[in-house]
């Protein structure tokens, strides 16, 4: 499809999702080869009428240089008079040229000889000669939708049909940000200089994304599970999705789904798998089926990652200060490097946690590197991708870009740090709305 068309599409997508009836386009669009019945079928049951609308219209921008004049006379004939009229006044008069015709070979049909039944025993005696009829291929006539009918390999799944979360309430949801900054000195753990950077980074990263973001400082471990447990207990229902982001110090604890703590500035810290708990299915009702992000700027863990040698035109890697500091404390899940009060949290295990995505700053077990100044090379990095591709890349597509540039710092020349993430969702996410 020509850009100025998807462009129509996009500036027009809260009407037509709004407005189209889906089932009255099905058989035309089948019938001028716009969608296949693969494609008909699963709009179909991608949900609801403005479900199917929104898949429709995705699904369309996919298609050939017809498929938006083919589009505008399927709402014309459905009596959809006021969509085709609201799409036609966005571009020049479409003129639609017929599909010029394929020229196809017929076989030569020659006249049987008439006979007698006297002469049937004779005529199966002769050898009558057989002229072999030629078949036209079942092949369908080639048309310029060719290019993008063209039957894919069995077992993939075609990007475009791909079910995205729904990302059109205004606003989007709730964003809370935790960001523990100062620590107490009993806590034995050093002050994050450069936090703050962060936390305004994100603040107004989501702000921009339509989110309502609230950020609190410096809580101890009761603190932020209450803020948390408050975030559970609110109305979710009219939003499409929350963002939970903790930028904090953390260690590797013992867990069975996700790793990691994050600690509160009185040195008392909160499981990432009990960070999560509070939003799920069961104590959250009304985000069930919604997208529950989790962003970590924490360590993972005290050890520290030196990489490995690669050829040079594999990767450059920039070479960071020498202000860069670690979110670790250097404990495992070993008896003897545990203070008295890092226990496990014996919370008990919830259902499983669908519709959870939780992004780590790095990869279990090892530290995360903070420049005092700029902050941290995870949030820095995340902050400009977001920035430079929410408006046309899904959530997951970002953060392997994420995880990529962050891996190529060094810190001191030396040090490496790989981000990852746990995804339990179930379908794209994109921030901004995609037509």
């Known amino acids: 499809m020509d850009e100025k068309h998807k462009k129509i599409l996009?500036?027009?997508?809260?009407?037509?999702?709004?407005?189209?009836?889906?089932?009255?386009?099905?058989d035309g669009l089948?019938?001028?080869?716009?969608?296949t019945q693969d494609m008909i079928d699963e709009i179909k049951g991608s949900g609801t009428r403005r479900d199917q609308a929104r898949q429709l219209v995705r699904d369309l921008e996919t298609r050939g240089s017809r498929a938006f004049p083919l589009?505008?006379?399927?709402?014309?004939?459905?009596?959809?008079?006021?969509?085709?009229?609201?799409?036609?006044?966005?571009?020049?008069?479409?003129?639609?040229?017929?599909?010029?015709?394929?020229?196809?070979?017929?076989?030569?049909?020659?006249?049987?000889?008439?006979?007698?039944?006297?002469d049937v025993d004779k005529q199966r005696k002769d050898n009558v000669p057989v002229h072999p009829i030629q078949r036209p291929g079942t092949t369908p006539t080639p048309s310029p939708e060719r290019e993008s009918m063209r039957p894919r390999p069995p077992g993939r799944v075609r990007r475009d049909s791909i079910q995205s979360?729904?990302?059109?309430?205004?606003?989007?949801?709730?964003?809370?940000?935790?960001?523990?900054?100062?620590?107490?000195?009993?806590?034995?753990?050093?002050?994050?200089?450069?936090?703050?950077?962060?936390?305004?980074?994100?603040?107004?990263?989501?702000?921009?994304?339509?989110?309502?973001?609230?950020?609190?400082?410096?809580?101890?471990?009761?603190?932020?599970k209450h803020e948390l447990s408050a975030l559970s207990k609110k109305d979710h229902s009219q939003y499409d999705c929350c963002?939970?982001?903790?930028?904090?110090?953390?260690?590797?604890?013992?867990?069975?789904?996700?790793p990691g703590a994050v600690y509160g500035v009185d040195g008392q810290y909160v499981s990432v798998?009990?960070?999560?708990?509070?939003?799920?299915?069961?104590?959250?009702?009304s985000l069930q089926g919604k997208p529950k992000l989790f962003f970590i700027q924490a360590c993972g863990g005290g050890e520290r990652d030196t990489g490995f040698e690669v050829s040079p035109d594999e990767v450059e890697p920039p070479v960071l200060g020498a202000d860069d500091q670690t979110d670790a404390i250097p404990t495992s899940s070993s008896s003897d490097s545990l203070?008295?009060?890092?226990?496990?949290?014996?919370?008990?295990?919830?259902?499983?946690?669908?519709?959870?995505l939780v992004s780590y700053s790095t990869f279990p077990g090892y530290v995360s590197w903070r420049d005092t100044e700029s902050g941290s090379w995870y949030v820095k990095t995340m902050d400009r991708i977001l920035e430079e591709n929410a408006a046309t890349d899904d959530l997951v597509t970002m953060l392997m870009m994420v995880n990529n540039e962050v891996s190529q710092n060094s810190a001191k020349g030396l040090y490496k740090q790989m981000p990852g993430s746990f995804n339990f969702l179930r379908k794209l996410l994109y921030f901004q709305t995609q037509a």
């Open 30 to 35: 089948l019938e001028k080869g716009v969608f």
């Open 71 to 118: 589009f505008l006379q399927c709402l014309q004939e459905a009596g959809q008079q006021s969509l085709a009229e609201l799409l036609r006044n966005g571009i020049p008069t479409v003129h639609l040229q017929p599909a010029a015709p394929t020229q196809v070979d017929r076989p030569v049909v020659k006249p049987l000889p008439v006979t007698s039944p006297m």
């Open 243 to 258: 963002v939970v982001i903790m930028l904090s110090h953390g260690a590797e604890v013992s867990h069975n789904r996700f």
């Open 165 to 224: 979360y729904k990302m059109d309430a205004s606003p989007r949801g709730h964003c809370l940000i935790i960001n523990n900054v100062e620590f107490e000195p009993r806590s034995e753990l050093s002050n994050r200089k450069g936090s703050n950077v962060d936390c305004h980074k994100l603040e107004r990263r989501f702000e921009s994304l339509n989110f309502l973001v609230e950020v609190r400082t410096n809580l101890k471990q009761r603190q932020m």
């Open 273 to 285: 798998q009990h960070i999560t708990n509070y939003l799920n299915g069961q104590h959250c009702p």
């Open 339 to 356: 203070s008295t009060s890092d226990e496990p949290d014996a919370r008990a295990t919830l259902p499983t946690p669908s519709d959870i």
């Open 10 to 26: 996009q500036c027009n997508r809260t009407s037509l999702v709004r407005d189209l009836e889906p089932s009255d386009l099905y």
